[in-house]
């Protein structure tokens, strides 16, 4: 009999692994102890950064400055909104879409307009045919609105509709015109709309937001908004895009409020004062993956809001003082390669915005850098919401970072940066002059490129890209959202046929009627409603508006003015 | 071949037309990849935004690039790639390379590669290897 031992023992081959690799991890330290702004921080902060006497500065929560928060017991009182963005293919798909994430829990309703949209082009452009519902939705007139909000109570919900460009009094003039073919009383509507056309001229819709009508469009959307539907926030400054061109933290506060001010300036210019509109002026905000940097950043932009507005701009009424805004996490902190990270990074910068006192949240989906959201990656970004809000405790308390040492002095840190970008930019000449010059244009490249070989040079990791990059999936997880190219179809047949078959008289006659309005410097909002209630639609609306003005009619310069 | 005319050839820097394509004006992307290109030692003729695929096709003839770039973001590669590659077979651009980058599906890959695309880089991607890729399949 042979021997046990004697038998070959088959051995699995094992892979090697780096052993010198796995011991330097164990032995490894972070390569820099810098923010992701690049802000130096001490290694361990005590009471002596932060003297008790200095408190008063901070305040508590609820009390200027708001540095703690606009609410004295924040989450206490109500959650912050959950409100996923939605905008696919038709009017009808981006209404059956947010159907699902009501059902799922979503807490506001929140559409974002497509590019063709966004660009004041009507669905059958030749330009914008191709292009429709691929990154949101395309309104071109009041049939297209009435159908993505139909059966929904527009008295009670919250609506935040994201019509950034200078196309924003177009939406809020096709929402108003269903609101009151319902029946509805404007006073009782609730929502926000994005118009903040200046900055959009950086996200690559310049030719449908020359500077001129950016400032007055914006501008008629807040005072027709504070006269006619005085529950609604009629601008979201916003923020987040600016951070999306690759800015830091402190730049993206800096540059959004100068924008901001174009728009209070243009009101205070028009007759008001600062407190008849300025309790309706919202932003949108950014959070980004440096957590401690996030917030500091959101309390800095709180206080230093609160003080432009009392100390500058003279405003009494405690609204006018309060910065309010909606969070939006990172979206292009978010790779392609390995994304089921994604869901882990979308979660701490919601626990940012939450910790630092949000009142409105958009959690990207983890396909953000592949595609439009499938459903279940929308229902899961909803899911990352809810885990923060009906499981962590961290709505229990009010700023519960407020008082730690490292968080106070980093908040300092930020407003000291905040201010210094606000003086570079008044160097240039203001804002205005920033813009026209191109000297912003210029920030925006430079940053981008320097975060680009950030990553090339691993002086920022990002897993899954310039370390642990060893699997890249083929496929993506739970599929790849593709819009239904016949539904669209079907909505651009229903424009032209609308065009058709209006009554072509009255669409004349209202359409002409709003060209003589802008022409006389008057607010177009009342004669884009009457205009959209004749059947006009979007192309033609902008195109009129745009005329007035000395611009193309169409901002593709393709088609002439079919009146 | 005259010393003179080698010296030419070899010198001869890399020329990539790199362009947004149709509406969509996400141009991050594409400006920081022109740079990069830029500093990597290739010549670089940015068209911009609002560039539709004839209009790649020509600015590639008129300036004899070796590499055209397109550069997506909103889905609409399954719209425009299709025209670029017919528009660089009717001008005869065989020895061209098509480099796609951007916001592209890995879904979506295989079937832009069997269509004619050579490569695509996704957002995410490092310069190393994008700059690598150029140089090692540009034509010669």
């Known amino acids: 009999m042979k021997k046990a031992t004697e038998k070959a023992v088959p051995v699995a081959q094992e892979k090697d692994v780096d052993w010198d690799k796995y011991l330097a991890a164990y032995y490894e330290k972070p390569k820099s102890s810098l923010t992701w702004s690049g802000l130096d921080v001490q290694e361990v902060y005590t009471p002596q950064d932060l003297p008790p006497e200095k408190y008063k500065e901070i305040g508590d929560p609820g009390d200027y400055p708001f540095t703690r928060g606009i609410h004295r017991n924040m989450f206490r009182g109500r959650y912050w909104t959950r409100r996923e963005v939605i905008g696919m293919g038709s009017p009808q798909d981006t209404h059956d879409r947010s159907k699902v994430l009501v059902d799922e829990g979503g807490s506001g309703l929140n559409t974002i307009a497509d590019i063709p949209y966004e660009m004041g082009l009507d669905a059958d452009h030749p330009w914008a045919q191709h292009e429709v519902g691929l990154t949101g939705v395309c309104i071109t007139n009041m049939y297209d609105m009435e159908t993505m909000t139909a059966n929904i109570p527009l008295d009670k919900v919250s609506w935040s509709l994201i019509t950034a460009s200078a196309v924003a009094p177009v939406t809020m003039a096709q929402y108003v015109a269903v609101a009151r073919k319902r029946g509805y009383d404007l006073k009782k509507l609730r929502g926000t709309i994005q118009n903040d056309p200046v900055h959009f001229r950086y996200c690559g819709f310049r030719p449908a937001s020359p500077l001129d009508l950016s400032i007055k469009m914006g501008a008629d959307v807040i005072e027709y908004c504070t006269k006619e539907i005085p529950q609604w926030y009629y601008t979201t400054v916003n923020l987040y895009d600016l951070r999306e061109q690759g800015v830091t933290a402190p730049q993206e506060v800096a540059l959004g409020f100068l924008i901001a001010r174009l728009y209070i300036d243009e009101m205070i210019r028009r007759g008001y004062k600062v407190d008849d509109f300025a309790q309706r002026f919202a932003f949108y905000v950014s959070c980004h993956i440096d957590i401690f940097e996030e917030v500091s950043k959101i309390r800095a932009a709180r206080r230093i809001w609160a003080k432009l507005m009392r100390e500058h701009y003279g405003a009494q009424k405690v609204s006018s003082q309060q910065f309010r805004f909606a969070v939006h996490t990172a979206g292009c902190s978010l790779p392609p390669q390995q994304p089921l990270n994604n869901i882990v990074r979308i979660a701490y910068q919601a626990l940012a915005a939450v910790l630092g006192g949000v009142q409105s949240l958009h959690c990207c989906s983890y396909d953000e850098p592949i595609c439009l959201p499938t459903e279940s990656g929308h229902t899961q970004a909803l899911r990352t919401q809810q885990i923060l809000a009906y499981e962590t405790g961290v709505t229990n308390v009010s700023d519960p970072l407020g008082g730690s040492y490292y968080v106070e002095n980093l908040t300092n840190k930020l407003e000291e940066e905040i201010y210094k970008v606000m003086a570079e930019v008044e160097e240039v000449g203001g804002m205005y002059e920033a813009i026209r010059t191109e000297w912003l244009d210029r920030v925006f490249e430079k940053e981008a490129l320097t975060r680009q070989k950030e990553i090339d040079d691993r002086d920022k990791i990002l897993v899954g890209v310039n370390m642990f990059n060893t699997e890249q999936e083929t496929t993506t997880p739970l599929g790849v959202q593709r819009i239904d190219r016949d539904s669209v179809k079907r909505q651009i047949e229903m424009v032209k046929k609308l065009k058709k078959e209006r009554n072509q008289t009255l669409w004349k006659e209202k359409i002409l009627a709003l060209r003589a309005a802008a022409e006389r410097r008057e607010n177009v909002i009342p004669y884009m409603i009457e205009a959209t209630e004749a059947g006009g639609t979007t192309g033609e609306m902008m195109g009129a508006v745009r005329l007035a003005f000395g611009h193309s009619y169409d901002p593709m310069e393709i088609i002439e003015a079919p009146f | ?140």
């Open chain 2, 1 to 140: 071949m005259s010393k003179a005319k080698a010296k030419e050839s070899k010198d001869r820097k890399i020329k990539v037309v790199v362009s947004k394509v149709g509406l969509d004006g996400h141009d991050r992307g594409a400006k920081v990849v022109s740079s990069l290109l830029k500093e990597a030692g290739m010549e670089v003729v940015y068209l911009g935004m609002y560039q539709m695929p004839e209009d790649i096709i020509s600015a590639a003839i008129d300036e004899d690039a070796d590499v055209i770039g397109p550069s997506f973001l909103s889905g609409e590669h399954l719209v425009y790639t299709p025209l670029i590659v017919e528009e660089m077979k009717k001008a005869g651009l065989d020895d061209v390379l098509l480099v796609v980058g951007g916001v592209v599906p890995p879904e979506d890959i295989p079937f832009l590669k069997e269509m004619g695309v050579d490569e695509v880089f996704s957002a995410g991607s490092l310069t190393e290897t994008f700059v690598a890729y150029i140089r090692n399949n540009v034509r010669q």
